[in-house]
């Protein structure tokens, strides 16, 4: 066969390429990567993305090159771009992998294969997880997801052979973010990025961190060390999602062995273990609804709860809660770790959610799109349905209304968080900091925090907004429309391993 362009996206990465390793099987290999301006301007996107991009692209050329092979970054629109490329090259294909990705590049890919229909142009898309395209039904879903994590991973090529038509090509810098012409990202302690860090991550992981998984990744104090740390660079494809599975299968099969021979270790490692594994499969599980809705980026799964706080719209609310002055210590700690970090544990994701949703009365689609921005590891398919799950309007899910000061309570109990992250409480005493608008005002002024003046006092009442905003969701729950439509969202996106029993109509 003729050359053929590798076109990197979300799979930044040599090792279990499948991409990759067809196009070097095929014929003479050369890759790109697009900067695509539109893109970089979505409502979601950050430069924190793109400047961890940046750095995986580095890494990514340096691995290549090792192996002869290279990768041309440009700027541009990529129907123009892999044009000229394939032009210039003769290539016969192209290969990517199938990517689950907002709206726009749901648009951008659709436009890609009119063009290599158009041009006689083979694009070639494996998979790389267990996110099905085209899936008729859930059912049996979880077994494919085993089926395709068990088959054999594939190596990095030794060789890539690149097209003689290359050779004047130029490789092409990687732009700067002031030449993209983005603002210098602002979170200033961001995750390491590269396919070799991704590796050190996961080992050390597997090696130490993963001890007390099960317990630490609902902290936002343990969940530093104890969470995996793995999602970005699983969002852009440092590190394949069978790699991870396998390799952390083949740790707890190894801890058990030294178990059955009699080693001594911490009882919560394996359960840990097995706990993450399921959170893998959860990975491409909310992947898989935006895979087969694209549209929930923007709306509701269930259709019964569009527009539900749509008159719930306050720009001073909104803009507390993102520059994190609501009052509320976990909430605004929490906002302003991501502003500096982009990231924090799950559970503190979800409570934000919860907190701007049910408490503040916002809707979900404009809160969703700010987290995005402040996730370094953004992934559309989990962050929007997590989004619409948090938020109450699924009709399928459990409604959770996280209690801020509870979380404080329980997953900060000595305000080691709230206060690295809330300094202005740094004073007040920890029996008050769950609730520092109840500290007796004597103490406050001892403190050096008076609530009102050095720190908001609450933009809400807890109890009162909790009672509002279970009344306003269940009242929409009890309609006979609602049951319905979560009968059919549950069929559709539910999560089961079996064929789901039919019911029949309500009465």
Same mark, same amino acid.
């Given at each position: 066969?003729?050359?053929?362009?590798?076109?990197?996206?979300?799979?930044?990465?040599?090792?279990?390429?499948?991409?990759?390793?067809?196009?070097?099987?095929?014929?003479?290999?050369?890759?790109?990567?697009?900067?695509?301006?539109?893109?970089?301007?979505?409502?979601?996107?950050?430069?924190?993305?793109?400047?961890?991009?940046?750095?995986?692209?580095?890494?990514?050329?340096?691995?290549?090159?090792?192996?002869?092979? /290279?990768?041309?970054?440009?700027?541009?629109?990529?129907?123009?771009?892999?044009?000229?490329?394939?032009?210039?090259?003769?290539?016969?294909?192209?290969?990517?992998?199938?990517?689950?990705?907002?709206?726009?590049?749901?648009?951008?890919?659709?436009?890609?294969?009119?063009?290599?229909?158009?041009?006689?142009?083979?694009?070639?898309?494996?998979?790389?997880?267990?996110?099905?395209?085209?899936?008729?039904?859930?059912?049996?879903?979880?077994?494919?997801?085993?089926?395709?994590?068990?088959?054999?991973?594939?190596?990095? +090529?030794?060789?890539?052979?690149?097209?003689?038509?290359?050779?004047?090509?130029?490789?092409?810098?990687?732009?700067?973010?002031?030449?993209?012409?983005?603002?210098?990202?602002?979170?200033?302690?961001?995750?390491?990025?590269?396919?070799?860090?991704?590796?050190?991550?996961?080992?050390?992981?597997?090696?130490? /961190?993963?001890?007390?998984?099960?317990?630490?990744?609902?902290?936002?104090?343990?969940?530093?060390?104890?969470?995996?740390?793995?999602?970005?660079?699983?969002?852009?494809?440092?590190?394949?999602?069978?790699?991870?599975?396998?390799?952390?299968?083949?740790?707890?099969?190894?801890?058990?062995?030294?178990?059955?021979?009699?080693?001594?270790?911490?009882?919560?490692?394996?359960?840990?273990?097995?706990?993450?594994?399921?959170?893998?499969?959860?990975?491409?599980?909310?992947? =898989?609804?935006?895979?087969?809705?694209?549209?929930?980026?923007?709306?509701?799964?269930?259709?019964?709860?569009?527009?539900?706080?749509?008159?719930?719209?306050?720009?001073?609310?909104?803009?507390?809660?993102?520059?994190?002055?609501?009052?509320?210590?976990?909430?605004?700690?929490?906002?302003?770790?991501?502003?500096?970090?982009?990231?924090?544990?799950?559970?503190?994701?979800?409570?934000?959610?919860?907190?701007?949703?049910?408490?503040?009365?916002?809707?979900? =689609?404009?809160?969703?799109?700010?987290?995005? /921005?402040?996730?370094?590891?953004?992934?559309?398919?989990?962050?929007?349905?997590?989004?619409?799950?948090?938020?109450?309007?699924?009709?399928?899910?459990?409604?959770?209304?996280?209690?801020?000061?509870?979380?404080?309570?329980? =997953?900060? +109990?000595?305000?080691?968080?709230?206060?690295?992250?809330?300094?202005?409480?740094?004073?007040?005493?920890?029996?008050?900091?769950?609730?520092?608008?109840?500290?007796?005002?004597?103490?406050?002024?001892?403190?050096?925090?008076?609530?009102?003046?050095?720190?908001?006092?609450?933009?809400?009442?807890?109890?009162?907004?909790?009672?509002?905003?279970?009344?306003?969701?269940?009242?929409?729950?009890?309609?006979?429309?609602? /049951?319905?439509?979560?009968?059919?969202?549950?069929?559709?996106?539910?999560?089961?391993?079996?064929?789901?029993?039919?019911?029949?109509?309500?009465?």
């Amino acid at each position: 066969m003729g050359p053929q362009i590798v076109w990197f996206k979300r799979d930044l990465r040599v090792d279990d390429h499948a991409a990759l390793d067809g196009a070097c099987r095929a014929g003479p290999t050369i890759g790109i990567y697009v900067f695509e301006p539109e893109l970089l301007r979505l409502p979601d996107s950050d430069p924190c993305h793109v400047a961890f991009v940046r750095s995986c692209l580095a890494e990514l050329r340096e691995r290549l090159a090792a192996r002869g092979g /290279r990768l041309l970054i440009r700027i541009g629109d990529v129907v123009e771009v892999l044009g000229s490329l394939q032009r210039a090259v003769g290539a016969s294909a192209i290969w990517s992998h199938e990517e689950t990705g907002n709206l726009w590049t749901f648009a951008r890919d659709r436009r890609v294969a009119a063009w290599a229909e158009a041009s006689g142009v083979a694009w070639h898309e494996p998979w790389q997880n267990g996110v099905v395209r085209r899936l008729p039904t859930r059912d049996g879903w979880s077994r494919i997801w085993g089926k395709r994590m068990a088959t054999t991973a594939v190596p990095a +090529p030794e060789h890539i052979a690149t097209p003689a038509g290359a050779a004047d090509l130029d490789d092409g810098p990687i732009p700067t973010l002031a030449e993209l012409g983005l603002a210098a990202s602002r979170r200033a302690e961001p995750q390491a990025a590269g396919e070799g860090e991704a590796w050190k991550t996961l080992r050390s992981f597997l090696a130490e /961190r993963s001890i007390d998984y099960r317990a630490a990744m609902a902290s936002p104090v343990e969940g530093w060390e104890g969470c995996s740390r793995l999602s970005p660079h699983l969002a852009y494809g440092t590190i394949s999602m069978r790699r991870v599975h396998q390799t952390a299968a083949a740790r707890a099969a190894e801890l058990k062995e030294q178990r059955a021979a009699g080693a001594a270790f911490a009882p919560t490692w394996l359960p840990s273990l097995a706990s993450f594994q399921s959170r893998l499969r959860w990975h491409c599980h909310f992947m =898989q609804k935006l895979e087969d809705h694209p549209a929930l980026e923007k709306d509701e799964l269930n259709p019964v709860f569009r527009g539900l706080r749509d008159d719930g719209w306050d720009d001073e609310l909104f803009a507390a809660f993102c520059e994190g002055r609501t009052g509320y210590p976990m909430v605004d700690a929490c906002m302003r770790c991501l502003d500096a970090t982009g990231w924090v544990n799950f559970r503190m994701r979800a409570m934000l959610v919860s907190f701007a949703c049910h408490h503040l009365g916002l809707p979900w =689609q404009p809160v969703g799109v700010e987290l995005a /921005r402040r996730f370094v590891d953004f992934e559309p398919g989990i962050h929007y349905s997590q989004a619409q799950m948090q938020a109450g309007v699924t009709g399928i899910n459990t409604v959770r209304i996280y209690s801020p000061a509870k979380q404080v309570r329980d =997953q900060d +109990p000595e305000g080691v968080f709230v206060r690295r992250w809330v300094p202005e409480l740094e004073g007040i005493p920890t029996e008050h900091l769950a609730e520092p608008h109840l500290t007796p005002p004597l103490v406050q002024i001892a403190s050096g925090c008076r609530i009102g003046r050095d720190y908001p006092a609450p933009l809400v009442d807890h109890a009162t907004a909790y009672a509002a905003a279970r009344e306003r969701i269940a009242s929409v729950r009890r309609t006979r429309e609602a /049951r319905s439509e979560a009968e059919r969202v549950l069929a559709r996106h539910g999560s089961r391993k079996r064929t789901p029993r039919r019911r029949g109509p309500r009465t």
